[in-house]
């Protein structure tokens, strides 16, 4: 009797609930899944832990994964009615339009520079790499969509949530940021000085 009351309960919001579960999922995956990328990039696991790389492919994977089964049940939500165009194309929805294509553009960003891994011979490694930085641009727009639009961003349990999941990886963005930052100084200041020296 139970069972009954529970699925004619959540039976109308079905598809809404589902795609709010997956949303969640793919940003925690996001987030550890950028975390562990930028410890590679910045060699901090060298040593430690082994080759992360299978690791790292298999979040970008499933949060690729995640993402999309968030966008398409929203397809069958009774409330909304969107369209495929409306949960894959930025800018064509109705419904909280910069904070949908935000999250539209994060998905499309992630899926083309994850999947360009699979190119990177063709692409070229150097340059696969300089392409490969901005999946935390897209990580990010994808935390703006999830605090913009969210139907949970406004509750406590997800904002510390969040803060949980985001707040390393943010740290080591910066960390890696500052630490770009701090090797050109010297080669510019060592550059100077021997064209000092030369004169």
């Known amino acids: 009797m139970s069972t009954q009351i529970i699925a004619t309960a959540t039976g109308p919001h079905l598809f ?45 994977l499933a949060t690729l994964f995640a993402i999309a089964v968030h966008g398409l049940t929203l397809i069958g939500d ?52 300089r392409l490969h930085r901005f999946v935390a641009l897209a990580w990010l727009l994808g935390v703006v969509h ?13 904002l510390a949530m969040t803060a949980i999941a985001v707040l390393p990886a943010l740290v080591l963005l910066a960390v890696r940021h500052l630490g770009r930052s701090s090797e050109k100084t010297p080669s510019t200041h060592t550059g100077q ?5 030369a004169r």
């Open 16 to 60: 809404w609930i589902t795609s709010r579960a997956a949303g969640i999922t793919a940003l925690l995956l996001s987030s550890v899944s950028v975390c562990l990328g930028l410890l590679m990039g910045g060699r901090m696991l060298r040593g430690r832990w082994g080759d992360m790389r299978v690791t790292h492919e298999a979040l970008s």
């Open 146 to 158: 999830s605090l913009g639009e969210g139907t949970d961003a406004g509750q406590t349990w997800f």
């Open 78 to 129: 009774g409330y909304l009615h969107p369209s495929l165009g409306d949960v894959a194309v930025p800018f064509l929805g109705a419904y909280k339009t910069f904070w949908t294509s935000t999250g539209i553009v994060a998905f499309w960003m992630m899926a083309i520079l994850g999947l360009s891994y699979y190119a990177r011979t063709r692409i070229g490694a150097q340059r696969w790499r």
């Open 193 to 197: 000085g021997a064209a000092e020296g």
